[in-house]
T-cell receptor
């Protein structure tokens, strides 16, 4: 899988939007961009994924750059429950492998 | 919809002992994964199954770890004998299909402490 780069940590205020960046300059045309998050003492939780177009679901939005070399996970209104480690992962369309990096630790302040 | 179930949630053993973990994936999910997550790191894939066949076990320490998925549903992961460095959270995940188009759903994990 191609490598991703994320900031180690970010802070946000409760009820404000959060933009979590991810760089993946070596992405291939068949790599999907996945986001997972892991709350303390829990297993990772799927957030969203996309290939080329921006995606929205009930949890978040995924904005993918036109050249696909970067993407941004958008939490529209952060809550204390959104405090977690967020992982940006590239996955090939025909490969089950999912390699986690260190992720971004998001802190949400009340 | 029920999620991925794992048991036990916690296990403490002495080194050189054996231990087994159980996973029940989401109903209908053909693909099942086992991950190892050491404290402070992201999960690392150990093995993946497609139905009851092994797709990739390249990162499984086969001298001490084994896994099986009988009848393509439940799976067990065994460590024999355990070493101190095996202390970690063992996560099971499942997905409806294979490849990057499908998301993985994770269980709560089993926290193993080897003394």
């Amino acid at each position: 899988d191609a490598k991703t780069t994320q900031p180690n940590s970010m802070e946000s205020n409760e009820e404000e939007p959060v933009h979590l960046p991810c760089n993946h300059s070596t992405i291939s045309g068949t790599d999907y961009i996945h986001w997972y998050r892991q709350l303390p003492s829990q297993g990772p939780e799927y957030v969203i994924h996309g290939l080329t177009s921006n995606v929205n679901n009930r949890m978040a939005s995924l904005a993918i750059a036109e050249d696909r070399k970067s993407s941004t996970l958008i939490l529209h209104r952060a809550t204390l429950r959104d405090a977690a480690v967020y992982y940006c992962i590239l996955r090939e369309y025909n490969n089950n492998d999912m390699r986690f990096g260190a992720g971004t630790r998001l802190t949400v302040k009340p | 919809e029920a999620g991925v179930a794992q048991s036990p949630r916690y296990k403490i053993i002495e080194k050189r002992q054996s231990v087994a973990f159980w996973c029940n994936p989401i109903s209908g999910h053909a693909t099942l994964y086992w991950y190892q997550q050491i404290l402070g790191q992201g999960p690392k894939l150990l093995i993946q199954f497609q139905n009851n066949g092994v797709v990739d076990d390249s990162q499984l320490p086969k001298d001490r770890f084994s896994a099986e998925r009988l009848k393509g549903v439940d799976s067990t992961l065994k460590i024999q004998p355990a070493k101190l460095e095996d202390s970690a959270v063992y996560l099971c995940a499942s997905s409806l299909g294979s490849g990057g188009a499908y998301e993985q759903f994770f269980g709560p994990g089993t926290r193993l402490t080897v003394l």
